[in-house]
């Protein structure tokens, strides 16, 4: 099917990514056309400073909008909320936010989205902490309209594997591979990291890697082959290694993502990366390795604290908006002003927020919101 063999040859490029960030550019620009749509974007918000940036871009948004928008509409994008909401990887859209006609009654759509032509945006978090998200986003533009089920559908069945490139990119660097001798800069890494062939022979692992088969809780090497203590890991790495060697697309479509469970209970984690095509070829072709094999320990991050409020209070993504904006704010004229939204709407959200928080003056709210935040944060 063509839409197939697109979705393979996508994602072999999203892995020589990883490891060549010149690739981005091109990669999101076939992201978008995927899906379809105008642009694609890699980038980060940080909701306490209401700020952030741009990682990689297909440049189909123009500098000017990109530089506005962490100016000035980042602070009253509808969107800021979903992040509170959204699960790693699970794609939010508008809808998911607001109805759509309120949202194109916002500040934001009429200054920052309609003249640029756009007319829906879809994104999911990479990677989120407290405070910060780093997102994956694909814009719409008028000619491909509001985002439906088949967007949702391709956009779910591209995001693993743009989080699974970020996150090996952010361990591995094929320009500082061309820089330095191989085995020093492997050593240099953090996680355990091992070069493997098609039968999972370790044909090279760096200092962290030796560690983690010296203490044989996770890993271990018989033979000098790769295996896992988990019986069902160990068959999943195996699968993994094989079609490597076969070619890197198979792998990409199948999950590259193996959880780990050691003999002592602890949870690691092993993302492999196929190095059998493009730009990656280069990491692995002094030791003859198929594939590169990075092992961290799984960590369980606190729930952000707008999460936790939302949650038990069963708010919706834009009453939590509202919510965080009259922590922020004054009367519901400003709040109104802050989030580009009718003051008429403004007291519908701040009525079901009383109703659901039991409370009943804005400044009942802004103490409910203190009373979550971490002593000391």
């Known amino acids: 099917m ?27 620009a076939k992201a978008a056309r995927f899906l379809p749509g105008f642009s694609a974007v890699i980038y980060a918000k940080d909701a306490a400073n209401k700020a952030g940036n741009v990682y990689y871009d297909d440049g189909g948004i123009s500098s000017h909008y990109k530089a506005i928008y962490f100016e000035e509409y980042v602070k009253i994008d509808p969107a800021n909320a979903a992040h509170f909401f959204s699960d790693i990887e699970v794609p939010v859209s508008t809808t998911d936010i607001m109805p759509y006609d309120e949202f194109a009654d916002t500040r934001f759509f009429r200054e920052w989205v309609k003249p640029q032509g756009l007319v829906d945006f879809i994104s999911a978090p990479l990677e989120r902490t407290a405070t910060s998200a780093a997102l994956f986003g694909i814009f719409r533009g008028r000619a491909h309209g509001i985002i439906d089920n088949e967007a949702r559908r391709r956009m779910r069945l591209i995001v693993p594997h743009v989080r699974r490139a970020v996150l090996i990119g952010k361990v591995i660097d094929l320009r500082t591979l061309e820089s330095a001798t191989l085995a020093d800069t492997l050593d240099g890494i953090v996680a355990g990291m091992y070069l493997v062939d098609a039968r999972g022979q370790v044909v090279h692992a760096n200092a962290a890697g030796h560690a983690l088969l010296v203490a044989d809780e996770i890993l271990r090497a018989p033979g000098g082959r790769l295996t896992a203590a988990d019986p069902q890991a160990d068959q999943a790495l195996r699968e993994v290694f094989a079609s490597a060697g076969s070619g890197d697309a198979a792998v990409g479509t199948r999950g590259v993502a193996i959880p780990l469970r050691g003999r002592d209970g602890q949870h690691h984690v092993a993302h492999v990366l196929p190095l059998t095509s493009g ?6 072709a002094v030791y003859a390795a198929v594939a590169a094999v990075f092992v961290r320990k799984t960590r369980l991050e606190a729930p952000a604290m707008p999460e936790v409020v939302a949650r038990l209070y069963g708010l919706t993504p834009s009453e939590l908006r509202v919510l965080l904006a009259v922590f922020e704010t004054g009367g519901v004229a400003d709040l109104a002003a802050a989030l580009g939204i009718s003051e008429a709407t403004a007291k519908t959200h701040l009525r079901r927020l009383f109703e659901k928080t039991g409370t009943r003056r804005q400044a009942d709210l802004v103490r409910l919101v203190a009373g979550f935040a971490v002593p000391g944060g």
């Open 2 to 28: 063509p839409d197939a063999e697109a979705l393979s040859s996508l994602i072999a490029e999203i892995y020589d990514a990883a490891l060549d960030p010149a690739l981005w550019p091109g990669v999101l």
């Open 279 to 284: 730009a990656r070829r280069q990491a692995g």
